[in-house]
């Protein structure tokens, strides 16, 4: 099930002039941001499908570099982003693919510093809604709509069960939680979708977990 | 944690098994999945309200979108209304006039709720503050509207799709007017049943109908597109009132929707390449914004 609340449908609260267009792609922004973990210093974002023959007249470009500067759907700075983006030093270039992707509104953003730099693949359902599709090049399926969990590790026995067990030692229950890995013995992603906002002690812990080698968060 | 209900039948057989209305068996749900209390949730809902009422104030008190395309429409309307000569009705021109207050203030980027989408956000509010003029809801049952509405736009966009790029027009203004046409029922006193007999007709009624925005932007025909949707919605609820049935049932009306949609060709589905954006003149308004020609299938 897609939608699992009211407010999907009777929301979100957004400045316009599309949901699918100019307030899911200001999600995508945001998440993307999120899991990087700090301010980007430069994007290069991908625009495919209905996104990339329609992104000017809908601010779709506006909307995920504001999202970037974590705005939300309705903060009105989003208008004026590309400005913002330039006073932040968020240097950002938008690129419209003619490839097709599976669905017809996907945003590609690879953002980064100086220090490091994620993929993070997303598309906008309707209605305002996201489903992050990939991060890294891992397929995965999250919503961005619950605090999640995004861990790399080594692929090895008992990392999920430390991972699992350092969540249960702070009582954070998981609502959903997914393992994908690119190549078996090398790099594996879990994806935990958890009840609870999670504090950056916890994040801090799971890190220093053997064969842990990033983390990073969504709050909700 | 379980949906209480995922079509539309289900819905209403809840709804006449516990002898309650449908925006309540919504409510029960949301607390249900969202595991938050239901004053926290008619709270957000009515924070929504707010900002549908701020819209509909700002269209009507006329605006410009960026382009020029769209705005000022709403104003022209209000302005028929007070001159008494409407055939149509004033308060189905007042349900119009204010849904296309409010895509208008969408198309100038102000700040709108999306029901279930910003480029169909103009019917459920539009026809809400028409319809609270006639039979003086109180602010819980103008509230409760939303939750009705929600509640049928729930089942569609679970089992066909809600978006013009997804499915067309009809996805989009169509889900909006139905969903619009179900809630009016249950406000103007219609059982559970009628709310889904109004919504089937009005989608009925919507089928087929592309998403062909000129330039791309949610301005033309979209803003017209909710005005007819509102009228749409007002027309069913009448229908279904009166105790007219839908031939098909509700759900096998969505079920169409949604194979229609998934046959549409991609240039009618908001790529902006084919139908009214393909014309001599939507190319000639789309050349004269964006400095260049665009693609047409």
């Given at each position: 099930?897609?939608?699992?609340?009211?407010?999907?449908?009777?929301?979100?609260?957004?400045?316009?002039p599309?949901s699918?267009?100019?307030?899911?792609?200001?999600r995508?922004?945001?998440?993307?941001?999120?899991?990087?973990?700090?301010?980007?210093?430069?994007a290069?974002?991908?625009?495919?499908?209905?996104?990339?023959?329609?992104?000017?007249?809908?601010?779709?470009?506006?909307?995920?570099?504001?999202?970037?500067?974590?705005?939300?759907?309705?903060?009105?700075?989003?208008?004026?982003?590309?400005?913002l983006?330039?006073?932040?030093?968020?240097?950002?270039?938008?690129?419209?693919?003619?490839?097709?992707?599976?669905?017809?509104?996907?945003?590609?953003?690879?953002?980064?510093?100086?220090?490091?730099?994620?993929?993070?693949?997303?598309?906008?359902i309707?209605?305002?809604?996201?489903?992050?599709?990939?991060?890294?090049?891992?397929?995965?399926?999250?919503?961005?709509?619950?605090?999640?969990l995004?861990?790399?590790?080594?692929?090895?026995?008992?990392?999920?069960?430390n991972?699992?067990?350092?969540?249960?030692?702070?009582?954070?229950n998981?609502?959903?939680?997914?393992?994908?890995r690119?190549?078996?013995?090398?790099?594996?992603?879990?994806?935990?979708?958890?009840?609870?906002?999670?504090?950056?002690?916890?994040?801090?812990?799971?890190?220093?977990?053997?064969?842990?080698?990033?983390?990073?968060?969504?709050?909700? | 944690?379980?949906?209480?209900?995922?079509?539309?039948?289900?819905?209403?057989?809840?709804?006449?098994k516990?002898?309650?209305?449908?925006?309540?068996?919504?409510?029960?749900?949301?607390?249900?999945?969202?595991?938050?209390?239901?004053?926290?949730?008619?709270?957000?809902?009515?924070?929504?309200l707010?900002?549908?009422e701020?819209?509909v104030?700002?269209?009507?008190?006329?605006?410009?979108?960026v382009?020029?395309?769209?705005?000022?429409?709403a104003?022209?309307?209000?302005?028929?209304i007070?001159?008494?000569?409407?055939?149509?009705?004033?308060?189905?021109?007042?349900?119009?006039?204010?849904?296309?207050?409010?895509?208008?203030?969408?198309?100038?980027?102000?700040?709108?709720?999306?029901?279930?989408?910003?480029?169909?956000?103009?019917?459920?509010?539009?026809?809400?503050?028409a319809?609270?003029?006639?039979?003086?809801?109180?602010?819980?049952?103008?509230?409760r509207?939303?939750?009705?509405?929600?509640?049928?736009?729930?089942?569609?966009?679970n089992?066909?799709?809600?978006?013009?790029?997804?499915?067309?027009?009809?996805a989009?203004?169509?889900?909006?007017?139905?969903?619009?046409?179900?809630?009016?029922?249950?406000?103007?006193?219609?059982t559970?049943?009628?709310?889904?007999?109004a919504?089937?007709?009005?989608?009925?009624?919507?089928?087929?109908?592309?998403?062909?925005?000129?330039?791309?932007?949610?301005?033309?025909p979209?803003?017209?597109?909710?005005?007819?949707?509102?009228?749409?919605?007002?027309?069913?609820?009448?229908?279904?009132?009166?105790?007219i049935?839908s031939?098909?049932?509700?759900?096998e009306?969505?079920?169409?929707?949604?194979?229609?949609?998934?046959?549409?060709?991609?240039?009618?589905?908001?790529?902006?390449?084919?139908?009214?954006?393909?014309?001599?003149?939507?190319?000639?308004?789309?050349?004269?914004?964006?400095?260049?020609?665009?693609?047409?299938?």
């Amino acid at each position: 099930m897609k939608f699992t609340s009211v407010f999907d449908i009777i929301g979100p609260v957004m400045i316009g002039p599309s949901s699918s267009h100019t307030a899911g792609a200001a999600r995508i922004g945001r998440v993307a941001r999120d899991l990087f973990g700090r301010k980007p210093k430069w994007a290069k974002i991908h625009l495919y499908g209905s996104f990339a023959e329609t992104f000017k007249g809908h601010g779709t470009d506006v909307a995920i570099v504001g999202g970037l500067l974590d705005f939300d759907t309705f903060d009105e700075r989003i208008k004026t982003s590309f400005e913002l983006a330039k006073e932040e030093g968020l240097e950002f270039e938008i690129i419209p693919e003619t490839a097709n992707k599976e669905h017809p509104n996907t945003a590609r953003i690879v953002l980064g510093d100086e220090i490091d730099e994620l993929s993070v693949e997303g598309i906008s359902i309707g209605g305002g809604k996201i489903e992050i599709s990939e991060v890294n090049g891992f397929k995965l399926r999250l919503t961005g709509g619950m605090p999640a969990l995004l861990v790399v590790h080594d692929d090895r026995a008992g990392c999920i069960a430390n991972v699992a067990n350092c969540l249960a030692m702070h009582h954070v229950n998981i609502g959903h939680m997914e393992v994908s890995r690119i190549e078996r013995g090398l790099t594996a992603l879990m994806v935990i979708e958890v009840d609870q906002n999670i504090d950056d002690r916890i994040i801090q812990q799971i890190s220093m977990i053997p064969n842990i080698t990033k983390v990073s968060k969504i709050n909700n | 944690m379980d949906v209480l209900f995922r079509n539309v039948r289900e819905l209403v057989e809840l709804a006449d098994k516990e002898n309650k209305l449908i925006s309540e068996i919504m409510i029960e749900q949301e607390i249900n999945m969202s595991g938050r209390s239901r004053e926290a949730i008619f709270e957000q809902m009515d924070k929504n309200l707010v900002v549908m009422e701020q819209a509909v104030e700002r269209g009507l008190n006329g605006v410009q979108s960026v382009s020029g395309l769209t705005g000022g429409d709403a104003v022209l309307l209000q302005k028929y209304i007070s001159s008494g000569k409407s055939l149509s009705g004033d308060l189905l021109l007042d349900a119009v006039s204010k849904a296309v207050a409010t895509n208008e203030v969408n198309a100038a980027m102000g700040t709108i709720c999306a029901t279930p989408t910003a480029g169909s956000a103009g019917v459920v509010p539009g026809t809400l503050f028409a319809v609270k003029n006639k039979l003086n809801p109180s602010r819980e049952q103008m509230i409760r509207f939303l939750f009705t509405s929600g509640a049928f736009g729930f089942v569609v966009a679970n089992n066909a799709f809600i978006s013009g790029a997804a499915g067309g027009c009809q996805a989009e203004v169509g889900s909006a007017a139905g969903m619009a046409a179900a809630a009016i029922v249950e406000m103007a006193g219609g059982t559970p049943a009628q709310s889904a007999e109004a919504f089937a007709i009005t989608l009925k009624n919507m089928l087929g109908l592309v998403c062909d925005p000129v330039a791309g932007l949610v301005e033309v025909p979209c803003v017209k597109r909710n005005a007819m949707g509102a009228a749409n919605a007002m027309v069913a609820a009448d229908m279904a009132l009166a105790g007219i049935t839908s031939r098909i049932p509700c759900d096998e009306v969505i079920g169409a929707m949604f194979r229609i949609g998934q046959s549409m060709h991609p240039s009618l589905k908001e790529t902006a390449r084919g139908g009214l954006a393909a014309t001599p003149t939507g190319q000639a308004l789309a050349a004269k914004i964006f400095g260049s020609a665009v693609k047409v299938d």
